[in-house]
């Protein structure tokens, strides 16, 4: 099966990061169009971009046509799959011109606002269309074998874990919570602990950069602390249980295991070995494409794909109660 698909959003995440020499170590594919250039299951036909410029760069670096018109183009009818990769705002008026399609890969966040992502499902639901959020950790083989039992073996139950963000809680911290739900489980509530206002840093108009606490429905806190990305950049999330501790590390990169051994320094109790952990590097690099492989997958089986319009909200509301929380304090419950 090969799907006519259309490239919705030239910009950083679907062109500009497969063109850095460095981001190309580590990411095999970075960006959109790299995926949608070698995938046997995506027929990629067009780009459209209401930069022109931006789209005719990567029509003519792949060979495709080009559209700077928006959303009416000659052979918009065909299109069975779109790729988002715009900024929230336009993406119900981009389906809505596309009367053959079958499925999206959206970019987060979903919509700017929760309202606006789920009308945006809503109308995906009514037309049968498949809906992929691009969280690439929810495909990324080494972050599923956490979530299917590794972390349990590696750190027993979990006690408490911490995350760190940057460049904006309906940015990075959206990244962060939906990990945090695919390996710890749903979010009961959350809290802006002791009045902090947060600062502004990142992409998104009017995001804010807050810290923030989760409480689980299994009862354990999860603290989120935003790190500003003038310094360095970094997601992580670094996870204490019973028997060990596990940090995902360099934006998910890196993933470092401390079991728990005898105490060096008094008799009879425990530690954590966090001066020697064992290190591996995970499979992240290729989740973009795996988001693609997974979305083939759904589509032809009818299985819902690993990362749902419906979790993806889920995502978004735990984002905007901590917006809640952030200028009234409140415990805001889900
Ligand atoms: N999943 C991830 O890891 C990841 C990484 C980076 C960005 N993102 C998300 O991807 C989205 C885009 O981010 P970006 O950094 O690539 O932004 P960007 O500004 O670099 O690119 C967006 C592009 O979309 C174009 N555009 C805007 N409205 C359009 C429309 N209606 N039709 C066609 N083109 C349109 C713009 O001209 C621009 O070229 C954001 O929602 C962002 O949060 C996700």
Redesign the pocket.
């Known amino acids: 099966m090969t799907l006519a698909t259309a490239l919705?959003?030239?910009?950083?995440?679907?062109?500009?990061?497969g063109a850095d020499p460095v981001m190309a170590r580590y990411y095999p594919y970075a960006?959109h169009n790299q995926v949608l250039a070698d995938h046997p299951g995506f027929d990629w036909v067009a780009a459209?971009?209401?930069?022109a410029e931006?789209?005719a760069a990567v029509a003519s670096q792949h060979g495709l046509q080009a559209h700077?018109t928006?959303?009416e183009f000659p052979g918009a009818e065909t299109i069975e799959v779109a790729i988002?990769?715009?900024?929230?705002?336009?993406?119900k008026?981009?389906i809505d011109a596309l009367p053959a399609l079958r499925a999206v890969i959206v970019?987060?966040?979903l919509g700017a606002t929760p309202e606006e992502a789920q009308s945006f499902l809503d109308t995906c639901q009514s037309r049968g269309i498949v809906v992929q959020?691009?969280?690439?950790r929810r495909a990324d083989q080494s972050h599923r074998a956490l979530a299917a039992g590794g972390l349990e073996d590696s750190v027993g139950d979990v006690q408490g874990a911490f995350l760190v963000y940057g460049n904006?809680l309906?940015?990075n911290a959206?990244?962060m919570v939906d990990l945090t739900r695919m390996l710890l489980g749903e979010i009961a509530a959350v809290q802006v602990p002791a009045g902090l206002n947060g600062y502004r840093e990142g992409?998104?108009d009017d995001d804010i950069n807050v810290p923030f606490v989760l409480r689980l429905q299994s009862g354990i806190a999860v603290m989120g602390q935003p790190l500003a990305f003038e310094n360095y950049r970094e997601n992580a999330l670094d996870i204490w249980g019973t028997t060990g501790r596990m940090a995902i590390l360099q934006e998910g990169l890196r993933i470092a295991r401390y079991p728990r051994s005898d105490n060096r320094a008094m008799s009879g109790e425990h530690e954590i070995t966090s001066d020697a952990g064992d290190f591996e590097t995970s499979s992240i690099g290729s989740a973009?494409r795996d988001i693609y492989d997974d979305l083939a997958d759904a589509i032809t089986s009818g299985r819902a794909p690993v990362s749902t319009g419906e979790s993806a909200l889920a995502t978004a509301q735990v984002i905007a109660a901590i917006r809640q929380s952030a200028s009234s304090g409140a415990v805001i419950s889900l």
């Open positions: 919705f959003g030239c910009g950083n995440v679907g062109v500009g990061y960006s459209i971009d209401t930069n931006a789209a700077g928006g959303t988002l990769a715009t900024p929230p705002g336009s993406r008026a981009i970019e987060k966040p959020v691009n969280f690439p904006g309906s940015n959206t990244h992409p998104l973009f």
